[in-house]
């Protein structure tokens, strides 16, 4: 792999890796004592104002309703939903996408199951959560299938003698929840006639330290997506609670969706119509804390609730362009999506994505090796007329217009384009770039394994551990393959060049490889594996050109 490949790739990964890092330098977070967001399972300083009596049979006031607990079983999760609240889902297990030391995945824990509260404000301007005895009027525990695809739970409760009722529709392979409210009863008492659909506590993390470069919370409005980062990530991609700050972001007017996410996995609102959206962040004890606020007209009942994995194809199945985010930066989801479906594609073929990997590899490197071939074409000969342009620095050295002029002409007699290996390079580089974002980003790795130790493709294979440092082994093939591609791209350059010049290539050539493997260390295996396949490639595409014969001999003047 020759040098302008190679810084690429170096900078990709340390934008990567210092993005956020680079976010809080430039935009810290404000903390105040008197902003902290105590880590609670219930909505922030909401309280139901006293009410009066009544001869309902489910008024607030009257003694509490037992909690009921229904489940349903769709195609790839296992949800529990309790009547508290007015169907909370207290337990949503994934069955797919699953690690080997997984058998389910819940994204349901104590910091989030008191979830899907809503609330309204009164006259007084008080905020009123119904959050009390609900109880299920219509519907039972399910076990979906093709011929029975969807379960509805009507839950209702009263506030003040009036009905108030909830409906959550779940279907049999899709991880919408459908969520539609009724509170129109209450429009008399309600100041502003709106209420707020919230979700409380975000997701618990299951990636380690690799969620805390994902974790943020997302809002799109017409069509713009603006995240609001949760995760502290630092240098090398540990966080902790304590380096999350509490703080509150308000968004007025219609949201396509909003929601948060953790690396692989995500909760979202799709409203009807949005009047406004608040996301909170806060620390806990284990995690970071996140409340999503929907707020609406009270007229307008249904919304829907995505909760599961971050897969392509489910999220694109919201229609509202979640999807453009799924894969990385936005303005290249283009090229993303179409790395993205090659690699699909080839898994109907191949079920092992570790062998789809290397042929990714082995078919972006014939796609790309013409390419290729002319950049390294056009550095080989830049190498071979180096020491007649060192001999023109040095004779010219004391007029630079007249050194211009001899190098100009010095290219023009051996048929040079000094600008022909660069646009290669800019043509390459937004693929190069999507495959390490839908790599680094795509959860059909989750769980994948190819072969011997690397039984993760989303993780390092790690083969042991020397006390708490594990020792992965892919990183080291990576960085020994690109040394070996730089020492081949040097190896034909002849005595007599610059001696600053040569100096600084040797140093690269154990820089690069150096940087590359220690910001590519705790990256999936995934992305090193394609990596190492690519370099081992590159190697033979070296010494095809290296084995050359030049077209013509070398002139200078």
């Not at 792999?1 to 809080?24: C, H, N, Q």
């Not at 007084?124 to 011929?147: M, P, Q, Y």
């Not at 929907?294 to 994995?309: F, M, R, V």
Request: charged content about 20%; hydrophobic content about 40%; proline content about 5%.
């Amino acid at each position: 792999m020759d040098r302008k490949t190679l810084t690429g790739f170096i900078l990709i990964g340390a934008i990567l890796l210092l993005w956020p890092s680079y976010l809080e330098l430039i935009s810290p977070s404000e903390k105040d004592e008197k902003d902290v967001i105590v880590p609670d399972n219930s909505l922030v300083e909401k309280y139901s104002a006293p009410t009066t009596n009544s001869s309902s049979k489910i008024a607030l006031d009257d003694p509490v309703v037992e909690e009921q607990v229904f489940t349903v079983k769709g195609k790839n999760y296992f949800a529990e939903v309790s009547s508290a609240g007015g169907g909370s889902i207290v337990s949503f297990a994934l069955t797919k996408h699953l690690k080997k030391t997984e058998k389910a995945l819940n994204l349901i824990d104590a910091y989030n199951s008191n979830n899907l509260i809503v609330s309204f404000v009164n006259q007084s301007g008080e905020v009123i959560s119904l959050d009390k005895n609900w109880k299920l009027v219509s519907g039972g525990s399910a076990d979906l299938s093709e011929t029975s695809p969807t379960a509805t739970f009507l839950f209702a409760t009263e506030h003040l003698g009036k009905p108030v009722t909830k409906e959550l529709v779940f279907g049999f392979d899709s991880y919408e929840i459908g969520v539609s409210t009724s509170l129109r009863e209450l429009k008399d008492i309600s100041l502003d006639e709106r209420y707020t659909l919230s979700w409380i506590g975000g997701l618990p993390e299951h990636e380690g330290s690799q969620d805390a470069m994902f974790m943020e919370g997302l809002i799109s409005q017409a069509g713009s997506i603006e995240s609001f980062r949760v995760g502290a990530a630092g240098i090398f991609g540990s966080s902790s609670t304590n380096n999350i700050d509490s703080e509150e972001k308000k968004y007025v007017g219609q949201a396509d969706f909003a929601g948060y996410r953790t690396k692989y996995f995500g909760l979202f609102f799709v409203p009807q119509k949005s009047d406004l959206v608040e996301i909170i962040k806060y620390p806990t004890p284990l995690r970071a804390g996140v409340d999503v606020n929907i707020t609406q007209d009270i007229n307008l009942e249904k919304n829907k609730l995505y909760l599961g994995p971050l897969d392509y194809s489910s999220v694109e199945s919201l229609s509202v362009g979640l999807e453009k985010k799924i894969l990385g930066w936005q303005w290249l989801s283009s090229v993303s999506w179409l790395v993205y479906s090659i690699m699909v594609m080839l898994y109907g073929f191949i079920p092992n994505y570790g062998v789809v990997v290397v042929l990714f590899a082995v078919l972006i490197k014939l796609v790309t090796y013409p390419l290729m071939a002319k950049q390294l074409r056009s550095s080989k000969k830049m190498q071979e007329i180096s020491p007649l342009m060192n001999q023109i620095k040095i004779k010219y050295k004391n007029n630079p217009t007249l050194q211009q002029q001899k190098m100009a002409a010095l290219f023009q007699e051996n048929k040079i384009n000094p600008l022909a290996g660069c646009l290669p390079l800019l043509i390459q580089m937004p693929v190069l770039m999507s495959v390490f974002m839908v790599f680094r980003n795509t959860i059909a790795f989750r769980g994948e394994s190819f072969f011997l130790w690397i039984n993760d493709l989303s993780a390092a294979d790690t083969l042991f551990f020397v006390g708490e440092i594990p020792v992965n082994i892919l990183p080291f093939l990576m960085s020994f393959s690109m040394y070996y591609t730089m020492k081949l791209s040097s190896a034909t350059q002849p005595a007599g060049g610059d001696p600053a010049q040569e100096a600084t290539q040797q140093m690269m050539k154990y820089m690069f490889p150096g940087m590359m493997f220690f910001l590519f260390y705790a990256f999936p295996s995934g992305l090193n594996l394609y990596y190492l396949c690519f370099n081992i490639m590159q190697i033979l595409q070296q010494k095809i050109i290296n084995n050359e014969a030049p077209n013509s001999p070398l002139v200078g003047g």
